[in-house]
């Protein structure tokens, strides 16, 4: 598996399998499958409420001697109630004790919102003390990433943001490599939104390849030099999603890509007033 170097020098396999969505009784399974065909990165977040099941598989892995814990890279991350100093202090070691592990390999603030920098101090410490490798930011607009990096003495390693082909982020991306903050990409296939799978383009140049859809998307992140997220609970797309390094786009495959850029997401804008309104009434509604 290809790696990326952080800022603080810890290595990061490019490509990982995400467990967002995926139903509680099937993501222990899944985690344990996706490590099984190569799957080094694995990423979940305490908001999904399946951190337990994501340990569990991890654990399985490990006693079967698939892995090391040494080889795998576990991220969780930190939603917003959870964001004053002491919560964030409280919220770390919850993740570690519920996942049942000793240390987590990277940890990030999931939104935008609320006390950002206590939760981010919290982070700074646990990372002193060993208990995470690395430490980021989620979901943050490169305005405020630059903001973020300019008032703290620890600078991010990561900002998970969505990319995808409807959304290429290219000149964010500029933005974090003049502040070396590695971009990693949430959401690479879009969900399958706007028949994304069956678009032309896409298919077109995968068929020179012999590679699928999704293949030729996580190639063209990859070459980028940007880290994204798989998901998958069957161990046949796993297997596929995963053997895209043997292959190479041109640059003219690539420009083609850049074509179907709209420059908007495929979800929603974090920052519109009713998204930061949902965002605060998830808040008071977990906070119950």
């Not at 917003?80 to 409280?90: G, N, R, S, V």
């Not at 990277?106 to 430490?135: F, N, S, V």
């Not at 709209?262 to 804008?269: G, R």
Request: net charge negative; glycine share 6%; hydrophobic share 40%.
């Amino acid at each position: 598996m290809k790696t990326v170097k952080l800022n603080n020098g810890v290595e990061m396999p490019q490509l990982g399998f995400g467990v967002y969505q995926i139903p509680l009784n099937e993501t222990a399974e899944a985690v344990y499958q996706a490590i099984k065909a190569g799957y080094r990165l694995i990423d979940t977040a305490s908001i999904y409420g399946n951190e337990k099941e994501t340990g569990e598989g991890i654990k399985r892995a490990i006693d079967e001697k698939l892995v090391t814990r040494k080889e795998l890279f576990v991220t969780s991350k930190l939603f917003i109630l959870q964001a004053p100093e002491a919560k964030a202090t409280e919220t770390i070691e919850q993740s570690l004790t519920t996942m049942g592990l000793d240390y987590l390999d990277l940890y990030l603030i999931h939104q935008p919102y609320g006390d950002i920098y206590g939760a981010w101090r919290a982070m700074c410490a646990a990372q002193k003390a060993g208990k995470l490798r690395a430490i980021g930011i989620s979901n943050f607009k490169s305005a405020k990433m630059i903001e973020f990096v300019g008032l703290n003495e620890v600078k991010p390693q990561i900002n998970q943001i969505e990319v995808n082909p409807w959304n290429q982020r290219i000149e964010d991306q500029e933005w974090h490599e003049k502040y070396d903050v590695q971009v990693e990409a949430w959401a690479p296939f879009a969900e399958g939104r706007h028949d994304l799978f069956t678009n032309s383009v896409l298919a077109e140049i995968g068929a020179q390849y012999g590679k699928t859809v999704g293949q030729v998307i996580l190639r063209w992140l990859m070459q980028r030099g940007i880290i994204a997220l798989a998901k998958s609970v069957r161990p046949e797309r796993m297997a596929e999603n995963i053997d895209i390094f043997d292959f190479e786009l041109s640059k003219e495959d690539s420009k083609k890509i850049t074509s179907l850029d709209t420059k908007e997401s495929a979800f929603f804008d974090h920052d519109a007033p009713q998204q930061v309104e949902w965002f605060m009434n998830r808040m008071k509604e977990t906070d119950k």
